[in-house]
T-cell receptor, first 112, second 115 residues
Framework: SQQGEEDPQALSIQEGENATMNCSYK?????LQWYRQNSGRGLVHLIL?????REKHSGRLRVTLDTSKKSSSLLITASRAADTASYFC????????????FGKGTTLSVSS | NAGVMQNPRHLVRRRGQEARLRCSPM?????VYWYRQLPEEGLKFMVY????????ESGMPKERFSAEFPKEGPSILRIQQVVRGDSAAYFC?????????????FGQGTRLTVV
């Protein structure tokens, strides 16, 4: 079953612009993670934010989490052509026996 | 420390044949997860295993699919009597701890094509 739903499905921007992707989920979570997937490749972990955190930064990435609205956003600042990829949010629990549940992803295209 | 290793990277099978996908988790990781990704879609959870145990197989089709993670050796996802609808990318991930309080490390995937 899908847990996270990313919005928009696709996003096209110019280099230097900021890209914002949103993720909504349905059930209670312990943490939310964002992953990146280049075409034809595996997923690479970008950032993890725990349910008791509201905002987290990593380089040009900024993630926010609003547990009351069950939503998260990923902001990529000063985008580059190399940021072109699909971005997925995944929700996780620290309960034994549970796995990350992924959304369908946002496809980001950054043109130079 | 090698990452999660999946092989083969590409696998072509005729309808009715068996497909075996292998996954070696990162060193020190005892938790393995298998996901399936159809073109233009996200990852669908299939099964979660620890050494010698299946913890959650709620995402596995009831027939033809099985998974194991033996005490020694890689985890194996086995698909019997493959059909065209099984064509997809299959990803394996591993983690060190219980549940997902930490990140998952993914392999490069096995792309299965059924002809």
């Amino acid at each position: 079953s899908q847990q996270g739903e990313e919005d928009p499905q696709a996003l096209s921007i110019q280099e230097g612009e900021n890209a914002t992707m949103n993720c909504s989920y349905k059930t209670s979570i312990n943490n939310l993670q964002w992953y990146r997937q280049n075409s034809g490749r595996g997923l690479v972990h970008l950032i993890l934010i725990r349910s008791n955190e509201r905002e987290k930064h990593s380089g040009r990435l900024r993630v926010t989490l609003d547990t009351s609205k069950k939503s998260s956003s990923l902001l990529i600042t000063a985008s580059r052509a190399a940021d072109t990829a699909s971005y997925f949010c995944a929700t996780g629990s620290n309960q034994a026996g549970t796995a990350l549940i992924f959304g369908k992803g946002t496809t980001l295209s950054v043109s130079s | 420390n090698a990452g999660v290793m999946q092989n083969p990277r590409h696998l072509v099978r005729r309808r009715g044949q068996e497909a075996r996908l292998r996954c070696s988790p990162m060193k020190g990781h005892s938790h393995v997860y298998w996901y399936r990704q159809l073109p233009e879609e996200g990852l669908k959870f299939m099964v979660y295993l620890q050494k010698e145990n299946i913890i959650d197989e709620s995402g596995m089709p009831k027939e033809r699919f099985s998974a194991e993670f033996p005490k020694e050796g890689p985890s194996i996802l086995r698909i019997q009597q493959v059909v065209r609808g099984d064509s997809a990318a299959y990803f394996c991930a591993s983690s060190p701890g219980t549940g997902f309080g930490t990140e998952a490390f993914f392999g490069q995937g096995t792309r299965l094509t059924v002809v």
